[in-house]
């Protein structure tokens, strides 16, 4: 499994680690997918535990401009080389698209393909119409393509 984002915004760059922001809802809504709090646990942990669960992190954009954090703003938008990526997993049955930015990208990157794509509800906080417990169900749809 593979969950793709969009581009870390300013609090996880400044971090150099993804999903950053203290209310983003990330870590909480994997750590429902994987049957295990995470939360409280340090980053190189939760780390850790996604690959143990055989999930990888990635971003569906390689490189843009963008004013503050919000997907909106992003402008010259380089696609990152997700079919070199794919490649190199011949295990990989599915990708979560964590928002719509990335899910709008990322498919148009990756083109044509067998893998599962799965469009999540995006994780950040800029994204309140759904409660926290309504994308906990919507992400709970990755477990079936976990090891």
Excluded at 3 to 28: D, T, V
Excluded at 52 to 75: H, K, Q
Excluded at 90 to 100: C, D, E, K, S, V
Aim: charged share 20%.
């Amino acid at each position: 499994m593979l969950i793709l984002g969009s581009l870390p915004g300013e609090a996880s760059l400044a971090a150099g680690r993804y999903y950053a922001h203290p209310q983003n809802q990330f870590w909480r809504l994997v750590g429902g997918v994987i049957g295990r709090d995470i939360v409280a646990l340090d980053y190189e942990t939760r780390l850790t535990a996604l690959l143990c669960a055989s999930i990888g992190l990635w971003d569906t954009v390689a490189s843009a401009r963008r004013a503050g954090s919000l997907d909106g703003a992003l402008r010259e938008v380089e696609q990152a080389a997700l079919p070199a990526l794919v490649a190199t997993l011949p295990r990989l049955r599915a990708i979560g698209f964590n928002g719509a930015t990335a899910a709008r990208v990322g498919r148009r990157a990756l083109g044509p393909t067998a893998l599962t794509l799965i469009d999540l509800p995006s994780s950040s906080p800029a994204h309140a119409r759904l409660t926290l417990s309504e994308k906990a169900e919507r992400w709970k749809s990755l477990r079936g393509f976990l090891d």
